[in-house]
T-cell receptor, first 114, second 119 residues
Framework: GNSVTQMEGPVTLSEEAFLTINCTYT??????LFWYVQYPGEGLQLLLK?????DKGSNKGFEATYRKETTSFHLEKGSVQVSDSAVYFC?????????????FGKGTTLSVSS | DVKVTQSSRYLVKRTGEKVFLECVQD?????MFWYRQDPGLGLRLIYF???????EKGDIPEGYSVSREKKERFSLILESASTNQTSMYLC??????FGTGGFGRDGYTFGSGTRLTVV
């Protein structure tokens, strides 16, 4: 079945460091891929998405490229800020399988210190 | 600018109580979902609904039921609360209906969550 695997955290960085959070997936068909962010005490917010191979999603300085050959959707940011501290979830949906919901990875906690 | 509203942020209930968690969305979305979030386990789907009065079991439906009498409202019911149901509960909604081939294409809008403690 479909699944998402993302790197375990916590990830601890200093302000202005480069961030990579790895995400790989297993899916039949051609899924859409998403990154969600959850700030402390809040629900999840959509950060970025990509709906087909080689698409790049971007938002708030974060980027991720849909790599079908490596079944990956790694999240990157060139210079993190303290305000980026949150839990990040990779997710997929299989558009060819109606009646299914988004499948989430287990989340990666990012902690950025000044 | 609130789009998905969960009725309570924090809730404390006793073992054996019947518990109702309410979720309302104002975006006219067809699909609504209930997840629970636990440390180390991520988000697990309990139930979802793609239309009024329709429901589908997710990965962990045992001990839960749902109700969707109106398009904008999706209720999660714990028939007899137990301590292992202590968790964060997240409601979400999305556009595009069941069977269109676009289920979940645009992702979900989440509520702020309800942290339920069963004592």
């Amino acid at each position: 079945g479909n699944s998402v695997t993302q790197m375990e955290g916590p990830v601890t960085l200093s302000e202005e460091a480069f961030l990579t959070i790895n995400c790989t997936y297993t899916a039949t068909g051609y899924p859409s891929l998403f990154w969600y962010v959850q700030y402390p005490g809040e629900g999840l917010q959509l950060l970025l998405k990509a709906t087909k191979a080689d698409d790049k999603g971007s938002n708030k300085g974060f980027e991720a490229t849909y790599r079908k050959e490596t079944t990956s959707f790694h999240l990157e940011k060139g210079s993190v800020q303290v305000s980026d501290s949150a839990v990040y979830f990779c997710a997929l949906s299989d558009l060819n399988q109606a009646g299914t919901a988004l499948i989430f990875g287990k989340g990666t906690t990012l902690s950025v210190s000044s | 600018d609130v789009k998905v509203t969960q009725s309570s942020r924090y809730l404390v209930k006793r073992t054996g109580e019947k518990v109702f968690l309410e979720c309302v969305q104002d975006m006219d979305h067809e699909n609504m979902f209930w997840y629970r979030q636990d440390p180390g386990l991520g988000l697990r789907l309990i139930y979802f609904s793609y239309d009024v009065k329709m429901k589908e079991k997710g990965d962990i439906p045992e001990g839960y039921s749902v109700s969707r009498e109106k398009k904008e409202r999706f209720s999660l019911i714990l028939e007899s609360a137990s301590t292992n149901q202590t968790s964060m509960y997240l409601c979400a909604s999305s556009t595009l209906g069941f069977g269109t081939g676009g289920f979940g294409r645009d992702g979900y809008t989440f509520g702020s969550g309800t942290r339920l403690t069963v004592v």
